[in-house]
């Protein structure tokens, strides 16, 4: 069965620094997709970044980049140079099936403070 | 362009008493599917929809009813309404057709049951 696990309720950082968010995954299914999303206080959900199971190379969006470790089945966010505007609720999320899949679940979420 | 809309944004029911959450996207996505948000639990799965006429049940099903009749529409029924189901309520969609099958969300629903 699909599960995603957050273990990090809670993360600092200081501003202009690095953080990762760590994710977990477990699927028995070859071909997966792994997202994560933000949650402003604002409350909208914005998706952020993908990486697909057979992608060879990490994926990166800007100041975001996914460190994809298949064998270990982590999926750690990072985010690189740390604004104020980070601080937020980070989800990471799977779904299976590959494209033409849908069913997408989530992590309980790592709550981010970026502190000036 | 609208995207996802939900409404209402916010609603405050008595137990027992029944109401349905609306959701409609004007981006002919395939699938569509309603999440609840709790603090500490993150997104868990309701329902969801490959299509019109094709729904199945996610992760916390009981208590809940869909159904979907058009592209566009995916309600939401809650029909004897708990205080367990006091919660924020999410529509979501997305492509079949795209690599990254990214998630559209909408703004959300704030249920409270007394």
């Known amino acids: 069965a699909q599960k995603i696990t957050q273990t990090q309720p809670g993360m600092f950082v200081q501003e202009k620094e690095a953080v990762t968010l760590d994710c977990t995954y477990d699927t028995s299914d070859p071909s997966y997709g792994l997202f994560w999303y933000k949650q402003p206080s604002s409350g909208e959900m914005i998706f952020l970044i993908y990486q697909g199971s057979y992608d060879q190379q990490n994926a990166t969006e800007g100041r975001y980049s996914l460190n994809f470790q298949k064998a270990r089945k982590s999926a750690n966010l990072v985010i690189s140079a740390s604004q104020l505007g980070d601080s937020a609720m980070y989800f990471c999320a799977m779904r299976e099936g590959g494209t033409g899949g849908f069913k997408t679940i989530f992590g309980a979420g790592t709550r981010l403070f970026v502190k000036a | 362009n609208a995207g996802v809309t939900q409404t209402p944004k916010f609603q405050v029911l008595k137990t027992g008493q029944s109401m349905t959450l609306q959701c409609a996207q004007d981006?002919?996505?395939?699938?569509m599917s309603w999440y609840r948000q709790d603090p500490g639990m993150g997104l868990r799965l309701i329902h969801y929809?490959?299509?019109?006429?094709?729904?199945d049940q996610g992760e916390v099903p009981n208590g809940y009813n869909v159904s979907r009749s058009t592209t566009e529409d995916f309600p939401l029924r809650l029909l004897s309404a708990a205080p367990s189901q006091t919660s924020v309520y999410f529509c979501a969609s997305s492509r079949s057709d795209r690599r990254t099958g990214e998630l559209f969300f909408g703004e959300g629903s704030r249920l409270t049951v007394l």
């Open positions: 929809s490959v299509g019109a006429g094709i729904t």
């Open positions: 981006m002919n996505h395939e699938y």
